[in-house]
């Protein structure tokens, strides 16, 4: 079966942002709310699923079930989302409004994930 462009569009974005949790740490472990515990391990597994589900999504024979991981992994990271907004060390000095907007964001991703999942 092939895949459709847009998909590998969608792998290509999570691969990049698992890569840049590699490459800029500090630009993630900022935004874990501290009720998680070791955000610097946090970091590396949500950067490490990022890049191996977008892989994976590149696999006809098992992008269904990556994409189902992108929503999982889109839910699980959702409190950092609104950390964000509601604390200003963690808000990289954004207006509050564009942090209230991503918060619906992750639905669209969710949506745009949950497009793969049959």
Do not use: C, D
Not at 18 to 31: L, Q
Not at 81 to 99: D, R, T, V
């Amino acid at each position: 079966m092939n895949l459709p462009w847009h998909l590998y569009l969608m792998a290509l974005l999570y691969i990049i942002a698992g890569i840049n949790h590699f490459r800029k740490p500090g630009m993630y472990i900022r935004i874990i709310p501290p009720l998680f515990k070791n955000p610097k391990l946090i970091n590396i597994l949500s950067g490490a699923a990022e890049i191996i589900l977008g892989v994976l999504l590149t696999f006809s024979f098992i992008s269904r079930i990556a994409a189902w991981g992108i929503i999982a992994l889109l839910i699980a990271v959702f409190p950092a989302n609104f950390y964000m907004l509601q604390e200003k060390k963690a808000s990289f000095g954004l207006p509050k409004w564009i942090l209230f907007v991503r918060l619906p964001l992750q639905f669209v991703l969710i949506y745009w994930a949950y497009q793969y999942t049959f």
